[in-house]
């Protein structure tokens, strides 16, 4: 997508602006010929700091909270895009307080949607996760419901002008609460490296690409669509391998057990959503469905075609080698970075 095009002169609001997600589209945002972007989030320090950091007259900040339909409603006024990444997103949190994760990821981006339709917004992208597939906790519930609050705008609106789609991605390398940087701080501090389970698998998509899937959602969504991106997948134990083998070491693992409420695997699409599902070369596109109260349809016609598709799941996909982990890690300015810190020279060929 080519975004000097489609955001030249727009003015884009972030939710939840402040975290890892946020802010990358924030700097790319900003590298364009926007406006204005909008951050709205309660973070008031993490908003100071973020100003000090882009120093951009064009960045604006709102301080408020998606359960409160008047700071969405401040924020909105005169937007063009929102891209919707405010949530919980902790699991253990969301199992202790799930009635918060419900105030957040459910009423909030009710608010978001219901003011975006109110002001006219062209589109509005929610962020989703694996976790709502098959949910087993919930945070990965509650995103599930989101999903499906976002799907009604255009069952319940079919002539709306506001187009509502979500994205939903996995693991996300060196976002804030990834293990990845833990790996690292763990090496640099001559520490054991600790591992729930080495053959817990994980799809490996790195800021960037989760930034570039809203975009393509942004170009291409219709009503109620939802993205997903391929990605390579990895266990968590050849996972902290290549990390060791980028710090030249061999680390000592401790295994500590799964966690509670945390899948070994991620599900970026169930067998049901792929039998619908358009594959877009690097995307799928899983339309919404758009069967209204006729009861009859729902059970007078099935989908003979769901046998023959099995979930898109991190223990199903081609998984990486060691070596191809090590590659793929070593294009994270945030590796780089900490190699150089080190004094490590990059082996840029380890793939080969």
């Given at each position: 997508m080519n975004m000097n095009?489609?955001?030249?002169?727009?003015?884009?609001?972030?939710?939840?602006?402040?975290?890892?997600?946020?802010?990358?589209?924030?700097?790319?945002?900003?590298?364009?010929?926007?406006?204005?972007?909008?951050?709205?989030?309660r973070d008031e320090a993490k908003q100071d700091a973020m100003r000090r950091q882009l120093a951009d007259p064009r960045l604006r900040f709102y301080v408020g909270d998606v359960r409160e339909y008047q700071s969405v409603d401040r924020a909105v006024k005169s937007v063009d895009h929102v891209f919707h990444a405010a949530a919980l997103k902790q699991v253990p949190s969301c199992e202790f307080f799930p009635m918060e994760a419900i105030r957040t990821n459910i009423h909030g981006s009710e608010n978001v949607i219901r003011a975006a339709e109110a002001h006219g917004v062209a589109s509005v992208v929610c962020l989703s996760t694996d976790k709502a597939v098959y949910p087993v906790n919930a945070m990965g519930m509650s995103k599930a419901m989101m999903e499906k609050v976002a799907q009604s705008h255009g069952l319940n609106n079919r002539e709306a002008e506001t187009i509502v789609s979500c994205v939903r991605y996995g693991n996300v390398m060196y976002s804030r609460g990834s293990v990845i940087p833990l790996f690292v701080d763990q090496i640099k501090s001559g520490k054991r490296l600790t591992i729930t389970d080495p053959d817990m698998t994980r799809f490996m998509m790195s800021l960037s690409d989760s930034v570039e899937l809203v975009?393509?959602?942004?170009?291409?969504?219709?009503?109620?669509?939802?993205?997903?991106?391929?990605?390579?997948?990895?266990?968590?134990?050849?996972?902290?391998?290549?990390?060791?083998?980028?710090?030249?070491?061999?680390?000592?693992?401790?295994?500590?057990?799964?966690?509670?409420?945390?899948?070994?695997?991620?599900?970026?699409?169930?067998?049901?959503?792929?039998a619908r599902a358009r594959d877009m070369d690097d995307y799928f596109r899983i339309e919404a469905d758009t069967r209204d109260l006729n009861y009859n349809v729902f059970f007078s016609e099935g989908d003979p075609n769901q046998v023959m598709y099995d979930d898109y799941d991190s223990h199903s996909v081609s998984r990486m080698d060691i070596p191809e982990i090590e590659a793929l890690l070593l294009t994270l300015p945030e590796i780089q970075s900490e190699l150089q810190i080190a004094g490590i020279e990059p082996r840029i060929s380890v793939a080969g």
């Open positions: 095009t489609s955001y030249a002169g727009k003015k884009i609001l972030i939710t939840g602006g402040t975290g890892s997600f946020g802010h990358t589209v924030a700097k790319k945002l900003l590298d364009r010929d926007v406006e204005e972007v909008r951050i709205l989030s975009e393509f959602a942004f170009s291409n969504a219709n009503q109620g669509d939802l993205f997903i991106r391929k990605a390579p997948a990895c266990t968590i134990g050849d996972l902290a391998k290549a990390v060791g083998n980028l710090f030249q070491i061999s680390p000592e693992i401790d295994v500590i057990g799964t966690r509670h409420a945390e899948k070994v695997s991620e599900s970026l699409a169930s067998r049901e959503e792929l």
